[in-house]
């Protein structure tokens, strides 16, 4: 497996079909099927291997929110029967070992420059391509360019003062080092409670000998009852992966639907609140029809769960704090926990409510606080990313006209189902802003959209269509559709990073599409010759 350790040249002229950025899930999945269609491809990759986000993220009780058998993709089934999981939530590790395996068993890897950050993408008019550059001077000529960065692939830095004036150990949990960190007999801090945080305080507090936790927003968070996957569970799913595919491929949903006027009561509603604790997460909570739509339903659902978040908690005055207020159950990503709660009934684990008490500063020997300063040896910023949006603005991304991506999504980001953006040719957003993306289990989207720009390079490859881009007006109208779609919902109760709230300055935009039947949509635009792109 590359570690792209080894110093390299430049690559200077060359010149391919396709490029991509990024080798988690989907630029794997790209490069793979760009050569099964016969073209040539350049990968790259800021990170020393594959795995994308699975890459980075390796702070304590990293894994993820989506049972390990659908957290898998279906495009192969020779993959789906022999690749084993251990666990029915998989942790960090094991997830970097299947992409990894992806990789080996495809040989992937040889299409990617590792420990290589693109800093520009610029569309040349005259000749159709794309010209990219590299932190290491590499520049590259494509005609299709594929942005498979990731939706949070971009931790977000402290905005806290004195944040570099620490002396102690500091860390990101985005930004992990793979050498791991010793916690045994340290004093820890930890600000932010976000799923990395809610997964790794209580991994850190059985070894630290003191955790503080800096809490300024409390989050749902459902237990996983995670545990060592069984023959009968494994061997269900495979007797079931055809019809799961072709679900999948067909677009219909696990949950479908409901009628918008059905208000489940009585003792269906109890059986679905009591379903929360039977440790499949998030998939409990979207079983829940028309959870976000209804403000009493969900002010009830939201209920119970504060309820039991005062059960485990022994200490009342914790517990109340523990709490979630003030925003609508799923309005904000809950988390997937494993003994989170659980955790602040130990003697070795305090909360500070920054709400009640804020940092005022961070100071050389650990936090001052409007309560006072605590000394700590270790701090740990789970302040989470900019998400959807930060890994391409990152870039300078150029169009047509010299306009910068980061020009045309001044007021927030605009695309054509998630996929192009008007101005911006032979470009695509994998999971982009106007896509389920990040409120759908992301490895089914991300398979669907590479298997829809396959598609499209390949319709426009047989058409000599020279180049494909999002018609302004089609954009238009389908931003005017997903704020609709948003309209009403729950999910705009919150200040979420779905909206871009967690970062200053960012355009308070919901950027997921929550509307029903998309795959069915971007398959009937295909169909229907690429309806509301521009192929010239």
């Known amino acids: ?42 990968g790259f990759e800021a990170g020393g291997g594959v795995g994308g986000t699975w890459y ?5 009780g990293a894994r993820c929110d989506i049972p390990s058998l659908f957290y898998s993709f279906t495009w192969s089934e020779d993959l789906a029967r022999e690749w084993r999981w251990s666990e029915k939530y998989a942790p960090q590790p094991e997830i970097l070992k299947y992409a990894e395996h992806i990789a080996d068993r495809f040989g992937l890897d040889s299409a990617f420059l590792f420990n290589t950050r693109v800093e520009s993408a ?8 794309w010209t990219v550059k590299t932190n290491l001077g590499d520049e ?33 949990t985005g930004l992990w080092p793979h050498e791991g960190v010793d916690f045994a007999g340290k004093r ?13 305080i209580p991994l850190i507090a059985q070894q630290a000998a003191q955790v503080t936790v800096f809490q300024r927003t409390p989050n749902f968070s459902l237990p996983a009852l995670n545990s060592p996957l069984g023959e009968a569970e494994v061997e269900g799913y495979l007797a079931g992966f055809t019809a799961y595919r072709d679900m ?22 109890e059986a679905l609140k009591g379903g929360l604790w039977n440790g499949m997460g998030l998939m409990s909570l979207f079983a829940i029809p028309n959870l976000m739509r209804m403000p009493e339903l969900n002010e009830e659902v939201g209920d119970h769960v504060r309820e039991r978040v005062r059960q485990m908690v022994r200490d009342p005055e914790v517990a109340e704090r523990l709490v979630p207020r003030g925003y609508a159950i799923g ?13 602040f009934n130990r003697d070795n684990v305090s909360l500070v409510d920054l709400r009640e008490t804020p940092i005022e500063t961070i100071t050389e020997t650990g936090i001052r606080s409007s309560a006072g300063e605590t000394p700590f040896d270790i701090i740990i910023f789970a302040t989470g990313f900019d998400a959807m949006t930060g890994a391409l603005l990152k870039m300078d991304i150029r169009g047509r006209g010299g306009r910068t991506l980061g020009e045309v999504w001044a007021e927030g980001p605009k695309t054509y189902l998630g996929l192009m953006v008007a101005g911006f040719p032979n470009l695509f957003t994998v999971t982009g802003p106007g896509s389920p993306s990040v409120l759908s289990n992301m490895i089914s989207s991300i398979e669907q959209h590479i298997d829809w720009i396959s598609g499209a390079i390949g319709w426009a490859d047989g058409r000599q269509v020279r180049t494909l881009e999002a018609d302004s007006a089609a954009q238009e109208a389908w931003v005017e559709h997903v704020n609709a779609a948003a309209e009403g919902s729950l999910y705009l109760d919150a ?42």
Request: charged share 20%; net charge neutral.
């Open 1 to 42: 497996m590359a570690d792209g350790s080894a110093t390299r040249t430049a690559v200077q002229g060359a010149s391919v079909d396709v490029a991509v950025v990024g080798a988690g899930f989907a630029g794997l999945y790209m490069v793979h099927k760009a050569r099964e269609a016969g073209l040539s491809v350049q």
């Open 331 to 343: 309005a904000k990503r809950p988390c997937v926990d494993t003994n989170y709660y659980d955790t």
């Open 122 to 129: 610029i569309f040349d008019e005259a000749s159709g391509r």
């Open 495 to 536: 200040a979420s990073w779905y909206m871009g709230a967690n970062v200053p300055g960012k355009p308070r935009v919901f950027m997921p599409y929550i509307g029903e039947g998309y795959k069915i949509r971007i398959d009937q635009v295909a169909a229907r010759d690429y309806e509301g792109f521009r192929a010239e």
């Open 140 to 172: 590259v000529s494509a005609r299709w360019v594929v942005m498979a960065t990731g939706c949070l692939s971009v931790p977000k830095s402290p905005e806290i003062p004195g944040a570099d004036s620490f002396r102690g150990e500091t860390y990101l």
């Open 248 to 269: 999948l491929r067909s677009g219909r949903s696990i949950f479908p639907a409901p009628p918008v006027d059905l208000r489940v009561q009585g003792e269906e509603l």
């Open 188 to 200: 820890v801090a930890v600000i932010g409670t976000g799923s990395s945080a809610i997964q790794s």
């Open 56 to 60: 980075w993220n390796r702070y304590p």
